[in-house]
């Protein structure tokens, strides 16, 4: 017996480790894109200023110091061992480390926290205790201080957004710098058509999804790893045996002792071999914390030291050659196939950034700060892998007009550097406060991270100032730009959702009405899609108002998105009563992490009846334990086991009927034969996913049910068959005439202008156009 279970656990230790193995593989693929190939580079930055006067032995072993130092303090030790230990429940990121703090302290600008959420088992860590301190009821009382965290946390999140610009035209555009070594007269023309043209294939191929694209890539890095190690093998042989020397931080005192203010401005372009640092903290979620260390930590750190050595070793005995260092390196033999893997690699850099960007942009979206774009999921079973058609599009379009604009990989390296150190300021300054309110350290431990690293970053930032008229200024527009748009819609959705809080129905109104709501009620369903989390929204009223009949049964919807990375299915629907329960109104809220599924497409009715179905059956058992009673009247429904073994189902094929289950819901509420064909036509050649399965419910018939619980259920049942309406507030903002004149560009103009041209909420929601009804309401701030 003991023999066995230590052959199971061993057995299950071994396939832990080729899990991990399997994603450490994966990993190089996608996540050291830019890492692998900053060697193009690096030194070519290091030396394009002034500092190839400068241009000595003991300089050139300087920059090797800086460069072995700057790989090991920030990739290796921040990145690797400190930063990606602080994830949130395997997901990194700038707005992962917002959400964390989101959840231990009350950061939020949005009223809509719900006990119901931290009941759910990633909401807080295991063991966590809450501890008010000065500082953070310092910081929840003063909602200034709220805003400056969250423009800080949009700031980096646009500064990584921006990478998904010049990166790529820095990678593709370096990588061809290797056509000028073999053929001087190649113009700076041919080179843009080149570039952009290789740029176009790049994102096009994006839409087949990070899984694909990193098992095609992974192999094609390995080599590039060990082909550029073996070159700087290579050249340390055959250069300077004593390039090692050069490891030791002396050298650092000695390059800014010779080389004073023209070394401090150059150390922006030595910056470069670490940008893409990032997108290991960032593209956690594809991968594992433990994979992404091992591949790092045995490959893809030694590879790198070993090139930037063979580089150095070079230098130091070639001082006339400062541009192309890399390509000047290869042995003629060896010069065209590394010229093909230089390309190659350039093609994961850049994918390694794009990726890291979409997956920012969903969560800034997912946040509120983001307007409705298309997030389409590549793969159902690898979570938090998405395509954004639109992004990827206008990405490319200013990917090339940057490559064609610049033309030198200087000018939009000073550009990429600007970004990466801003943003790893601001993950140090977030580590510090997660260090604080997650890990309830004290502020002497929450110092460390900023004593340590903030000043060497604010060396490096420094340096780029002085750059900002040589590409950096680029980038800030970009940044601003896209700062802009953020704030922008968060600011205007914050507004709205405030204004529909502020106008909620009284439920004395509701109660006043009676069970017919004051008007006529026809079967079927309606879904009255709502951001508020309690209380009845105002389009109800206007619903009422303006049409005299309203569905059987009425149900609020709250698709929510809360600050963990994933919810499970169990815990997805938060079900409840509005009102009593001869008014046949319920709430649903249904709630998704920030790097979840929209899951709410698939089978979204039939969930939707099965949970109100358990939820009713819950409340007439009397199921009042902590697990299923949350939030006064509302209950997590998918606790109990008997989920989805309340009803009996049965499956009918709409096609193979030759009628689609819609029509025959519209027959049963009586419509005209033209209209039918109508709705039939507009369905099967419209909407295609109008055919697909239709289930029917029915209750089983050898189980005793109560009169009046049998009475509800079967209203509901029958309410389902007879058809679904979703309405869909259609709500505006305006500023007031009295308003300031930024208020009123804001939310006027630019607010508008971005909900215009975003996609609406019922496409996002897929909802289908001949079953949605819009109530208009507009609001004046």
């Known amino acids: 017996m003991v023999i066995c279970l230590m052959q199971n656990k061993e057995a299950s230790l071994g396939s832990k480790k080729k899990h991990v193995l399997l994603l450490a593989y994966q990993s190089l693929g996608i996540v050291y894109g830019d890492l692998i190939i900053s060697p193009l580079y690096v030194y070519d930055n290091a030396f394009s200023g002034s500092l190839h006067h400068h241009q000595t032995e003991e300089v050139i072993f300087g920059v090797l110091s800086l460069i072995f130092w700057s790989l090991t303090v920030f990739s290796l030790f921040k990145y690797v061992v400190i930063i990606l230990s602080a994830n949130d429940n395997g997901e990194g990121g700038t707005l992962a480390l917002y959400s964390i703090l989101r959840r231990h302290a009350k950061f939020n600008l949005l009223p809509n926290h719900q006990a119901a959420d931290e009941e759910l088992q990633a ?80 994102f096009a191929l994006q839409h087949r999804g990070t899984h694909k694209v990193s098992f095609m890539f992974a192999p094609v890095v390995i080599v590039w790893l060990l082909s550029i190690a073996a070159l700087g093998i290579y050249n340390i042989l055959k250069w300077n045996h004593g390039v090692y020397r050069a490891l030791s931080p002396y050298y650092i005192y000695k390059f800014f002792k010779q080389t004073q203010k023209v070394g401090w401005s150059s150390i922006g372009g030595l910056l470069l071999c670490i940008t893409g640092s990032e997108a290991m903290f960032v593209d956690l979620g594809h991968f594992s914390t433990a994979s992404i260390r091992i591949a790092f930590s045995c490959l893809v750190y030694p590879c790198l030291v070993l090139q930037y050595m ?16 890399f390509y000047n390196s290869i042995p003629d033999p060896f010069f065209w196939p590394m010229f093909v893997l230089a390309i190659l690699a350039a093609f994961t850099a850049s994918q390694a950034v794009i990726s890291m960007t979409f997956s920012i942009v969903k969560q800034c979206q997912a946040l509120g700060c983001f307007p409705r774009v298309k997030v389409v999921h590549t793969t159902r079973w690898i979570r938090g892998q998405v395509y954004i058609p639109e992004l990827n599009w206008i990405l490319m379009i200013l990917s090339m007009a940057v490559a064609i604009g610049f033309q030198d990989t200087t000018l939009i390296g000073n550009a990429y550097g600007l970004a990466f150190m801003s943003t790893t300021l601001v993950n140090t300054w977030l580590l510090s406060l997660v260090i604080i309110f997650v890990w309830s350290h004290n502020i002497v431990t929450a110092l460390l991270p900023l004593l340590l690293f903030t000043p060497i970053e604010l060396i490096y930032l420094s340096s780029y100032f002085v750059k900002l008229s040589k590409g950096g200024l680029a980038q800030l527009v970009f940044t601003t730009l896209f700062m802009f748009v953020m704030y922008v819609w968060n600011y205007g959705s914050r507004r709205k959702y405030l204004l529909e809080v502020q106008n909620k129905v ?12 004051g008007v006529v009620r026809v079967p079927g369903i309606s879904l009255i ?54 008014y046949r109104m319920y709430r649903c809220i249904i709630r998704y992490g920030y790097q979840d599924v929209d899951k709410y497409v698939d089978d979204f009715e039939d969930n939707l009846v099965m949970s109100i179905t358990e939820f009713i059956r819950m409340e007439a058992e009397g199921c009042r334990t902590s697990d299923e009673l949350i939030d006064a009247r509302m209950a997590v429904v998918r606790t109990s086991g008997k989920f989805g073994t309340r009803l009996v189902t049965s499956d009918s094929s709409s096609a193979n009927k030759g009628i689609t289950s819609r029509y025959k819901r519209s027959c049963s509420m009586g419509k005209s034969s033209t209209l039918h064909s109508l709705h039939n036509k507009y369905e099967v050649e419209e909407s295609p996913e109008f055919s697909q399965r239709h289930t029917r419910f029915q209750l089983p018939g050898d189980e005793y049910l109560e009169e009046e619980l049998k009475e509800e259920l079967i209203e509901l049942l029958e309410a389902k068959e007879a058809g679904i309406a979703y309405i869909v507030g259609h709500s505006f903002i305006r500023a007031r005439r009295h308003s300031s004149k930024l208020k009123r560009f804001v939310i006027n103009r630019a607010f508008s202008f971005l909900r215009k041209n975003c996609r609406s909420s019922a496409v996002v929601l897929h909802i289908p156009h ?12």
């Not at 807080?124 to 965290?149: A, D, M, N, Q, W």
């Not at 001949?770 to 701030?781: D, F, W």
């Open 123 to 202: 909401y807080h860590r295991p063991g966590y205790v809450t501890r008010s301190t000065r500082f953070r009821i310092f910081l929840e009382k003063h909602k200034h201080y709220r805003t400056c965290l969250l423009l800080i946390v949009l700031f980096a999140a646009c500064m990584v957004i921006s990478d998904g610009v010049f990166s790529p035209a820095l990678s593709v555009l370096s990588s061809f710098q290797g056509l000028k070594v073999h053929n001087k007269s190649l113009n700076h023309g041919n080179m843009a058509t080149i570039v952009c043209m290789v740029l176009v294939g790049l």
């Open 310 to 325: 063979g580089q150095a070793a070079f230098l130091s005995k070639n001082f006339s050659v400062v541009t192309s260092s």
């Open 506 to 517: 009284p439920m004395k109104w509701i109660l006043g009405l009676g069970p017919s709501l």
């Open 529 to 582: 899609y709502t951001e508020l989390v309690s209380g009845v929204p105002a389009i109800f009223t206007q619903f009422l108002t303006n049409l005299p009949a309203i569905n059987q049964t009425v149900v609020f919807v709250c698709i929510k998105s809360i600050p963990v990375p994933h919810v499970s299915d169990r815990d997805r629907y938060l079900v409840g009563r509005v009102g009593p329960k001869s």
């Open 770 to 781: 001949i079953s949605l009804i819009q109530v208009g309401v507009v609001y004046y701030i």
